[in-house]
Antibody, heavy 122, light 108 residues
């Protein structure tokens, strides 16, 4: 069974940092692009970042560029999101999701993890 | 950025109804890069239809997708209780990848 399990969320003060992790199982992790998508309370899904199978292509939403860093370790079947300079508006459920292709575009996302909640508040 | 405009933003329907949700991109995109997801409260999103009209395995045949000019449509025939959820369109051709604003399907 293909499975994605996120961790690392929590309550954080504005300006602080957090690192989210996603462990994958049930498929050849190194063959696929991966993404982070978030959903803020009462808002729509927002794509945050994507990384290709070999980390050769990395993309970010403008809203997080310069503050968020996506990375992966294919030896550990793991995806990461380093979040710096957290803002109130970063409060959201963060989902790890697998691309159905090797890069970051042209395909669709399946499956999705259960999400990890990041709450930014003083 | 490509804006994905979904309509309506919410609707009320009864079990057995036919429901239609529309999505339009701010720039022309090929249907090959238009996908539909379903999200229920507290549950991760799930792919329903990819490439505008291809049903994901395991998704009931009452769901269908189509493309007509600039508009992409998700249709749910014979609405079932488990279909009450929020639906999103997504384009994956341009970076940044963008989602529509969502359509919440509620019970009438």
């Amino acid at each position: 069974e293909v499975q994605l399990v996120e961790s690392g969320g929590g309550l954080v003060q504005p300006g602080r940092s957090l690192r989210l992790s996603c462990v994958a199982s049930g498929f050849t992790f190194a063959d696929y692009g991966m993404h982070w998508v978030r959903r803020a309370p009462g808002k729509a899904l927002e794509w945050v970042s994507g990384i290709s199978w070999n980390s050769g292509v990395i993309d970010y939403a403008d809203s997080v560029k310069g503050r968020f860093t996506i990375s992966r370790d294919n030896t550990k079947n793991s995806l990461y999101l380093q979040i710096n300079s957290l803002r109130i508006e970063d409060t959201a459920f963060y989902y790890c999701t697998k691309d159905t292709g090797p890069s970051t575009t042209n395909f669709w996302f399946d499956p999705w993890g259960q999400g990890t909640l990041v709450t930014v508040s003083s | 950025d490509i804006q994905m405009t979904q309509s309506p933003s919410s609707l009320s329907a009864s079990v057995g109804d036919r429901v239609t949700i529309t999505c339009r991109a701010s720039q022309t995109i090929s249907g090959s890069y238009l996908n539909w997801y379903q999200q229920k409260p507290g549950i991760a999103p799930k792919i329903l239809i990819y490439a505008a009209s291809t049903l994901q395995g395991g998704v009931p045949a009452r769901f269908s997708g189509s493309e007509s000019g600039p508009d992409f449509t998700l249709t749910i025939n014979n609405l079932q209780p488990e279909d009450f959820a929020t639906y999103y369109c997504q384009q994956t051709y341009y970076i940044p990848i963008t989602f529509g604003g969502g359509t919440k399907v509620e019970i009438k």
